[in-house]
């Protein structure tokens, strides 16, 4: 064994162990051993804890590496590509990337108890989760990747990106979604917002509540939530038509909702009551009690596909069948049953103007004795 005291004797200067383990205790179970070439193996009370090779340090199964308050593993300052430093902040928190050995040298990581900390180290509004700060950086802040996608819009995302989230303005906030299918995918839709609840409400009123909800707020900009102004938008859905986002449907503070009716018309060249005759009837409504004059409304049942009031169901088209196998039913375009409505009204108001003429040729006077009574019943006139 060599002497490690003050002067040791020429001959352990420059000695050759060759493959011998160095026993560094009485017992014998603390060694140092190089036996295979190049690798250095360090065994403590009878257990190999650690190995060195040329270029690495390795701690062995069932050994631990300890690294105590104060200590950093960091960059010496002239290496490159450095990969973390990590270091106790002395309140139970670990954050890697401090001190001129990290990443960029910031605080770029921190683990504290239940949080974990991006580019931050505090959030007061959290016990337990993710708080990600993205500086001035007005990218993505969370993106979703996938090797199966391979979508090719890369103008919006890298293109094995299916999902990101990002601020809607750079400046002043709020959330933009983004999110693709593959060019090559034949399904829908984009997004799906599934809910799963044991308790459904079925409360109609203005504090009923519903398994999806939006809700909207405004605020004074001074910490205080305040009321939807009058009239302002809650919710508005906008779509991509002419190479430019235009609003289609927005329902506002009061209930009312809009929607963009550049491309309706009218139905004049039906029998615009018995088409919604035919509707009801089609559609089974509750309380209805057929009449002599149905048979004529059944015959317009086909129109409500033709008008567009219908939704087209095919049977020869798979995408019209559930995940049950059942062909589906069609929904009602509100839009156009609007302007049947419209229509109806008009083409009733028209039918009787024109009974009034026929009755003033037959009945002279008839006009002026007509609005007379509807003047006594306050209606309108209606013009002579």
Known sequence: MPYLGVTPAAEFTSKDLNGE???????????????????????????????????TMSVLSGSTLNIDSGATIANSGTATGFGVSLANDGDNRVTTGTGSGGLNGEANLTFDGNML??????NSNMTT??????????????????SDVAHGLTSVFETDTY?????????????LVNTILDSSASVNPVMK?????????????TDGEGQFEIQGAQHDNAGTITDMGANRNVFAIRAMVGGAYRTVFIVDEDGDFLYDGADGGAFDKYDDALLCRSFDLDRGAKGIVKGAWD????????????????????PDNPEHYNELGELSKPLVNAAQLQRLHNGAIWQQRAMFETLK?????????????????????NLPALPV
């Open 21 to 55: 383990e160095l026993i560094l205790d009485a017992d014998a179970d603390t060694t140092i051993t190089a036996d295979t070439d190049d690798t250095i193996d360090i065994r403590i009370a009878g257990a190999d804890d650690f190995q060195f090779t040329a270029n």
């Open 117 to 122: 900390y991006l580019s931050e180290t505090a």
């Open 129 to 146: 989760g993710l708080t990600i700060n993205q500086g001035a950086s007005d990218d993505e802040i969370f993106a979703l990747k996938s």
């Open 163 to 175: 999902a990101s989230f990002t601020k809607n303005n750079a400046t002043t906030g709020g959330l």
């Open 193 to 205: 917002f599934r809910q799963f609840s044991y308790y459904g409400s079925t409360v109609k009123t």
């Open 295 to 314: 048979k004529f409304a059944t015959e317009n049942t086909k129109a409500l596909t033709d008008a567009g009031i219908l939704g087209e169901v095919d």
């Open 357 to 377: 003429e026929v009755a003033e040729e037959l009945l002279p006077g008839f006009a002026n004795k007509l609005n007379e009574r509807l003047e006594s019943k």
